[in-house]
């Protein structure tokens, strides 16, 4: 039977206890949205609620209530447990029991059904009374299908699924495409950051995926590689997405293995930039590698050259011996070229019988003059093709940036200029454009010696630029910056000589000339009573490769009795990344004197996330060369900002050099960096200039 009242009133057979509390339990159900049902044991009927027929579908005068007809509606594959559980918990004198059952509505369809049941004993621990609470929660067990099926899904799918922390970049989860391609177990996996396994990542891409995950930003795709356990590394189509996973913030990746695909995009770019004859690069690639040759020498101030190429009388050879013979000679002429080349340089064929080299960082005139020496020498030998001995000459043109050219066009055109120029004298030569190699190759043996007497005569002389702080105007340190003082030619640059320095080995003479020089000043400061800033000196490569300069440090310290809290050593980012294994160990050694280390030109270096946590350092230095175009530069800003983000994630001191305007200032002050060096504030002054300050501040 139906009653609204859902349970049995309180009978005789009910103690007072037990009918006050059925009385509250009528209360609390008379605004439930389960369905009610009550079965007495004693008299055998059963009382269900309007509501539970509203969810089977039937009306008041359409169901006849009884523990049958509740068994009737019951789906077959549910009967047995669903009873079981209900006459198991009277029989063993359980005070409740709860089941998950199907049950058939009325229109014909199933439904879920998560029922609760209540017994009630009486005084000798008979059951008296069943009653219990009946919710429909068909949509709740859809969604946990529908969630089930698809995470099967995710698990077994052959695209790679990863979830990593979005604060510490490990990995929480990994599917069985991801652990497969991988190689690793889930629990090896959970070890690992995004890092070791994606060893092309940046600074820049780790704080854009940083800074996705702490924003609402779109999804992010890129394309990167992954390491596999076994050391490979293959690509892959990388798209991110935000979600909460076990209560932390985290990402979802999936990843794509696109070997094939990037196989034969290789493939098209191979012939679009290729030359089908020789399979050198061809005029687009080689053009596209020489105006990132240029970009790159604008940070790192290395020498570049275009020799240009020019087979001597190749059209006789190609129209008396035909087209055939022509293009083996142009094959072989290739080889033997690239075979007398750096696998630095770049070598291409510009079309016909022209070909163009691209020297990187060729050092000196000396080396660029063997360089041709050595490439017409090796035409002094004959060709053999098929049963003709071919004998052919080069003609080459030379163009050096930036002193030829200040783009590739221009560097270009005029490298073709001077091969002609070597055409129009008598072939099997090479020509400089400006024609003043030579004289420059004399001057640099001159200022050679010159520079070895200035070492002698102490003609060098440094110079100290004050670093400040913005906010307070105070001097927060200074920058030790050599000066060569010449009898006759005046004040030479340091972008003059040091260059040369460096070439010749003359460079750690003046970095232990510097150093000595500010520790004993320091020292003299320290008599006089003057506090004075911490003064950072440079090293170069040449001196980071003594293995004994932490030693020969402390011993200059010592000598002069100055503290090591005066001095910081600045390294240049790509000098460390020459030899970072070793360096590590030697800034280590420095470190340990309690000297100041920091990173000068930061951002040049090219210098790997996993490489720079491990360096011991305390500050780094934005290069000027991000600074001089602020704010009119979107990308020098934005490089600017990273650096100065990596800083203090990584708890480091940043300090910009190459101040020179306001707006870089206001710029510097918005993005968190207050430590600054520049031409706004000083210019490198001398010894005497900065001892003056430093009295005015005793005052």
């Known amino acids: 039977m139906v009653d609204d009242t859902y349970l049995i009133a309180e009978s005789d057979f009910l103690t007072p206890e037990q009918a006050h509390e059925f009385r509250r339990l009528k209360f609390a159900i008379s605004t439930s949205e389960d369905g009610i049902w009550e079965y007495n044991i004693q008299t055998n009927t059963t009382y269900v609620s309007k509501r539970w027929l509203e969810i089977i579908g039937y009306g008041e005068d359409e169901y006849e209530s009884s523990i049958e007809a509740w068994k009737a509606l019951l789906h077959p594959d549910d009967l047995e447990n669903a009873t079981n559980v209900l006459y198991s918990s009277i029989i ?108 092309d990542l940046t600074i820049e891409q780790v704080n854009i995926f940083r800074q996705y995950l702490s924003t609402i930003s779109p999804v992010l795709s890129n394309i990167s590689h992954h390491k596999r356990k076994n050391g490979s590394v293959y690509p892959v189509q990388a798209s991110v997405y935000k979600l909460t996973y076990q209560g932390r913030s985290a990402g979802v990746i999936f990843d794509t293995d696109i070997s094939e695909l990037t196989s034969t995009q290789e493939k098209l770019l191979h012939l679009a930039t290729h030359d089908p004859l020789t399979k050198l690069p061809n005029r687009v690639l080689f053009y596209d590698r020489l105006q990132m040759a240029i970009k790159q020498n604008n940070r790192k101030k290395n020498k570049i050259a275009i020799l240009f190429v020019d087979l001597d009388h190749f059209k006789e050879i190609n129209d008396s011996l035909g087209h055939p013979i022509g293009d083996q000679l142009l094959i072989h002429v290739a080889q033997r070229l690239q075979s007398l080349l750096r696998e630095s340089d770049t070598i291409a064929r510009m079309g016909g019988d022209e070909f163009n080299i691209l020297l990187n960082d060729f050092g000196n005139s000396k080396i660029l003059i063997e360089i041709c020496e050595k490439l017409t020498r090796s035409f002094q030998e004959p060709f053999m093709l098929e049963e003709h001995q071919l004998y ?133 400061w320290q008599l006089a009573g003057l506090d004075s800033p911490k003064t950072a000196i440079n090293f170069s490569a040449k001196t980071l490769a003594n293995r004994f300069i932490a030693k020969e440090v402390e011993a200059i310290l010592r000598f002069h009795h100055c503290s090591p809290h005066c001095i910081a050593i600045e390294v240049t980012e790509s000098h460390i990344m020459k030899n970072p294994h070793e360096v590590i160990e030697i800034l280590k050694e420095l470190r340990a004197l309690d000297l100041e280390i920091s990173i000068d030109d930061f951002g040049t270096g090219y210098s790997s996330l996993s490489y720079l946590k491990r360096f011991p350092i305390n500050k780094l230095k934005i290069d000027q060369s991000f600074i001089r175009d602020i704010p009119d530069d979107e990308d020098d800003m934005a490089i600017t900002k990273t650096i100065i983000g990596l800083g203090k994630n990584l708890k480091l001191s940043v300090i910009a050099e190459g101040v020179e305007t306001t707006l870089q200032r206001d710029f510097l002050i918005e993005n968190g960096c207050t430590q600054v060096q520049g031409y706004l504030y000083f210019k490198p002054l001398p010894v005497e200039s900065i001892t003056h300050y430093l009295i005015d501040f005793k005052d």
């Open 92 to 199: 063993n004198k359980l005070s409740g029991a709860h089941v998950r059952y199907r049950v058939l509505h009325k229109e014909g369809h199933w439904i879920w059904i998560y029922d609760r049941a209540k017994i009630l004993f009486d005084d000798a621990g008979e059951p008296i009374i069943v009653a219990g609470f009946r919710t429909d929660i068909t949509k709740q067990v859809e969604l946990e299908t529908h969630n089930q099926e698809l995470a099967a899904i995710v698990q077994h799918t052959a695209i790679e699924v990863y979830i990593l922390d979005a604060e510490t970049l490990y990995y929480l989860y990994a599917n069985d495409g991801a652990l497969k391609a991988l190689g690793y177990t889930l629990e090896e996996l959970k070890q690992l950051t995004i890092l070791d396994t994606n060893p």
């Open 392 to 524: 052919t000459s080069l003609s080459i043109g030379i163009a050096i940036y930036p002193e030829d050219g200040q783009d590739a066009q221009t560097l270009l055109k005029n490298s073709d200029t001077a091969m002609y120029r070597a055409k129009e004298d008598g072939r099997n030569g090479y020509k400089f454009y400006a024609n003043e190699m030579g004289e420059k190759a004399y001057e640099r043996v001159i200022l050679e010696n010159a520079l070895r007497i200035a070492l002698k005569e102490h003609q060098f002389e440094v110079y100290y630029q004050p670093q400040i702080d913005i906010l307070t105007e105070s001097w927060v340190g200074m920058e030790a910056l050599v000066r060569w003082n010449h009898p006759t030619l005046g004040v030479v640059s340091p972008t003059t000589f040091i260059p040369l320095c460096e070439e010749t080995g003359l460079i750690q003479e003046i970095d232990f000339f510097v150093l000595e020089s500010v520790v004993e000043q320091h020292a003299q």
